[in-house]
């Protein structure tokens, strides 16, 4: 049987307050993640994501459950872990005044990478994420984009087989991202392990092998992007004017499972698709109704997302 890369055993964390019932971020997670992939750790705000991250890194204690890294306990074997973790937190903590060259000298220094490989290293990991020109440079004059990517950099310098990126892309424009995205896959490609949280289902969908969505501290789903999606049926977009008993029938055809929205534009969503689509033409046909827009979906990571989740905004 092949050692989990990360392995969560009945994960439990519990945040005492002061007069207030105990906040529970987490309850009973179990979760083994195979080595060699990305995986998306994928939640409202709130639901416990960072949470987990931050155990995995030792920052917190856990208050039940055991949490592992390559086989080593987090909670007794922690230095060990870090040996072995690299982690890039939502928060770049870079030195401003620094240039890129002495942040991961600074690093390298700190974590102990041996004299005699730090040079090559640093020039390894700054050739990956695309800053080597730029190597000189403060890091105050970087955009958010560059920064985030010198924080990848610099988790890799101790080259970890195991990497936890925690909203690596949050705040940077759409060419920044991509270059994230594509170094990502690099670190994948190289055989590493890639545990990565997001808020942004696209990112998800395009980057990771294996997904689970928590919510409210417990996991409500897993599997891949195709899975999640597979399961949660295809549906109808329509815009058109419709009166209350025309959406009444629509809403009761056979093969609509329900009906989201409000006139002009409406959801329906399918138990089947192509029979129903079928069934639901005809009966706009019938009706003499024109819609101004008219398209059989299949629902995308976002659309399972807000299925399981709901639309409500979170704090």
């Given at each position: 049987m092949i050692q989990p890369a990360i392995s969560l055993q009945n994960f439990r964390m519990v945040f005492p307050r002061p007069k207030q019932t105990p906040f529970?971020?987490?309850?009973?997670?179990?979760?083994?993640?195979?080595?060699?992939?990305?995986?998306?750790?994928?939640?409202?705000?709130?639901?416990?994501?960072?949470?987990?991250?931050?155990?995995?890194?030792?920052?917190?204690?856990?208050?039940?459950?055991?949490?592992?890294?390559?086989?080593?306990?987090?909670?007794?074997?922690?230095?060990?872990?870090?040996?072995?973790?690299?982690?890039?937190?939502?928060?770049?903590?870079?030195?401003?005044?620094?240039?890129?060259?002495?942040?991961?000298?600074?690093?390298?220094?700190?974590?102990?990478?041996?004299?005699g490989e730090r040079k090559q290293r640093m020039a390894e990991v700054l050739e990956l994420v695309g800053l080597t020109a730029r190597q000189h440079d403060r890091v105050g004059t970087y955009s958010g984009g560059m920064q985030r990517r010198l924080a990848l950099a610099r988790a890799l310098l101790t080259a970890p087989q195991v990497v936890i990126l925690d909203e690596p892309t949050l705040?940077?424009?759409?060419?920044?991202?991509?270059?994230?995205?594509?170094?990502?896959?690099?670190?994948?490609?190289?055989?590493?392990?890639?545990?990565?949280?997001?808020?942004?289902?696209?990112?998800?969908?395009?980057?990771?092998?294996?997904i689970a969505i928590l919510d409210r501290g417990k996991l409500i789903a897993r599997g891949t992007s195709a899975e999640l999606r597979g399961g949660a049926g295809q549906y109808v977009e329509i815009e058109a004017d419709l009166s209350p008993a025309q959406l009444i029938a629509l809403q009761e055809l056979d093969g609509v499972a329900a009906l989201l929205g409000t006139p002009p534009s409406i959801r329906l969503n399918l138990k089947d698709g192509t029979g129903t689509f079928q069934t639901i033409l005809a009966y706009l046909n019938a009706q003499q109704i024109t819609p101004r827009a008219l398209s059989l979906r299949q629902p995308d990571l976002n659309d399972v997302f807000i299925e399981l989740t709901g639309r409500a905004l979170r704090d």
């Open positions: 529970t971020a987490i309850e009973d997670l179990s979760l083994d993640i195979a080595p060699g992939q990305v995986f998306g750790l994928l939640g409202p705000n709130g639901s416990g994501k960072t949470t987990t991250v931050n155990a995995l890194c030792g920052l917190i204690r856990p208050t039940g459950g055991r949490l592992s890294v390559l086989g080593l306990d987090v909670t007794r074997q922690l230095t060990s872990v870090r040996k072995v973790l690299g982690v890039v937190p939502q928060e770049t903590a870079l030195y401003n005044d620094l240039t890129a060259a002495e942040n991961l000298h600074f690093h390298a220094r700190f974590y102990q990478v041996p004299g705040g940077v424009d759409v060419q920044s991202r991509a270059a994230l995205w594509e170094r990502i896959r690099q670190i994948a490609r190289e055989g590493r392990t890639v545990l990565l949280t997001t808020n942004y289902m696209e990112e998800a969908q395009a980057l990771a092998d294996d």
